[in-house]
C-alpha cells in the first residue's frame, strides 16, 4: 500500500466518522422523518466505508456471501444504501413542500 492509499483510506475514514458523529449528535436533537432518514444514510455511508476498508485488508470474507453476477451481495447492498435513505429523505421534503 502506498501513501495515496494509505491518505484516500485515511481521509474517507476520518471524515466519514465526522459526519456520522454528527449526524448522530442532530439524531438525538430532532424527530423530523426526512433528517432521520438523511442520518440513517450518513451512517449508512460510513458503514460502507468501513466494509471497503477492510475488504482492501482482506478481513472481509467474501467468498461466504451470495453474489449478484461477480459483485458480493454485502457490497451491493451497502453501496447503494445511503442513495436510497437519501432518495427517500428528499422525496418526502418534495411531498411535503407541494402539499401546503
Same mark, same amino acid.
Given at each position: 500500500m502506498d501513501s495515496g492509499e494509505l491518505l484516500y483510506i485515511s481521509?474517507?475514514?476520518? $471524515?466519514? &466518522? $465526522?459526519a456520522t458523529f454528527f449526524a448522530i449528535m442532530l439524531w438525538a436533537k430532532?424527530?423530523?422523518? &426526512?433528517?432521520? /432518514?438523511?442520518v440513517i444514510g450518513t451512517?449508512?455511508?460510513y458503514a460502507e466505508t468501513v466494509y471497503v476498508t477492510l475488504g482492501i485488508f482482506g478481513i472481509t470474507f467474501e467468498g461466504m456471501f451470495l453474489r449478484v453476477g461477480s459483485v458480493p451481495l454485502p457490497t /451491493?447492498? $451497502?453501496?447503494?444504501l445511503p442513495?436510497?435513505?437519501?432518495i427517500a429523505a428528499f422525496l418526502l421534503m418534495v411531498i411535503r413542500k407541494f402539499r401546503h
Open positions: 481521509s474517507r475514514l476520518v $471524515l466519514g &466518522a $465526522l430532532t424527530r423530523d422523518a &426526512a433528517w432521520m /432518514l438523511m451512517i449508512a455511508a /451491493l447492498i $451497502l453501496s447503494n442513495s436510497c435513505f437519501y
